[in-house]
């Protein structure tokens, strides 16, 4: 399993740097994704189901939805393998959370989202590493 640990430690390392579309932390400082929180499973060759299972920092974060999307567009620019990718709320850490992971895995919910041009900005800022 050497190899999925691996995998999840790079997916990590994507989003650990994405920015709180609110605050001028990472993700990884205000905990709202872990180590823990990243898991890699290999379903085919070269290619994994990475599950991630995130915190928002409150329990009715408005913010929760965009956290989402900002963890699926960055992992799909930069994830180097073949992959699928599901998101999750931590179960128990949000008041709508069962809405919000429909909303997060459904793509043409996120196609639609990102076509929202205001939406895509906070999504750009919060994605693009700091120079």
Known sequence: RAMEHDRALEVYDIIRTIRDPEKPNTLEELEVVTENCVEVQEIGEDEYLVIIRFTPTVPHCSLA????????????RCLPFRHKLEIY????????EEDINKQINDKERVAAAMENPNL???VEQCVTEPD
Do not use: A, V, Y
Request: glycine share 8%.
């Open 120 to 122: 895509r900005e906070i």
């Open 65 to 76: 939805t965009l956290i989402g999307l900002c963890l699926r567009i960055k992992l799909q």
């Open 89 to 96: 709320i931590s179960e128990g850490t949000h008041s709508t």
